[in-house]
């Protein structure tokens, strides 16, 4: 890890954010030739330093009138029950060596059980569920765990090649301590047939990567004539990392 500190136009210091090295091999390359929107998307020319000033290497400030325990149960935020299998999704963030990062927003979205999302652009012709938004957020706690609630995403089409279908996946969003830090990756789940015919979650060059990314099922966890459980830690650095878009 280097901190540097750079100087200002006005040649005073101000703060700069810990810059760390991607380790190669692991993380999906810009451009992936069976994912074909990145040859759209991919930068062709070098990338540019751009200066964090104080809004960037400060925030997100966040607090319990913001983010309610309500976020995290993606099946109550309507009157009535959303369709579909609900499931627990817990887990723990943690650094390279094991240590709980407390205090830390983790986002997700997903599809409805038929694999719809509720947005605008959306045209696949799965029924919309009028009790499920598909969005919900939590704070990690002092362990660094988070906890959701939800219902078990369908899969989708998206068009990437003949027949193409996306295995069933949450998003997750991780912030760091300031808005530059956030991290964006998916979980996926256990026995998914698509997974081998998905070029997103193969895009991963690491085999032991790509495993990371799916959770377990714990018996253990699951409740009851209630919800299946799945547990899935999500590691920010080092030689167990998650992988992260």
Request: proline content about 10%.
């Amino acid at each position: 890890m280097t901190t540097d500190v750079a100087a200002s136009i006005t040649g005073r210091r101000r703060p700069a954010l810990p810059s760390y090295e991607r380790p190669s091999g692991v993380h999906p390359p810009l451009d992936f030739a069976g994912y074909r929107s990145t040859e759209r998307r991919h930068p062709r020319g070098p990338l540019m330093l751009l200066p964090h000033r104080l809004t960037e290497v400060t925030g997100p400030l966040l607090g319990e009138e913001l983010i309610t325990p309500a976020d995290a149960d993606l099946t109550t935020q309507h009157a009535g029950e959303p369709v579909g299998q609900r499931i627990i999704v817990t887990g723990r963030v943690l650094d390279s060596d094991g240590r709980p990062v407390p205090d830390t927003l983790i986002e997700i979205w997903q599809a409805n059980a038929a694999g719809r999302y509720r947005h605008a652009r959306e045209h696949h012709p799965a029924p919309l569920d009028p009790n499920f938004d598909g969005i919900g957020r939590c704070i990690t706690d002092s362990a660094g765990r988070y906890r959701f609630v939800t219902i078990a995403p369908g899969s989708y089409p998206w068009g990437n090649h003949h027949n193409a279908w996306r295995p069933a996946h949450i998003h997750f969003s991780v912030f760091g301590h300031a808005f530059t830090q956030r991290l964006v990756t998916q979980m996926y789940f256990p026995g998914d047939p698509l997974l081998p015919l998905d070029p997103i979650f193969n895009s991963v060059p690491d085999e032991k990567a790509r495993q990371r990314l799916i959770a377990g099922f714990d018996i253990e966890l699951t409740q009851p004539e209630w919800a299946l459980g799945y547990r899935w830690d999500i590691v920010l650095r080092g030689r167990g990392a998650t992988v992260f878009q």
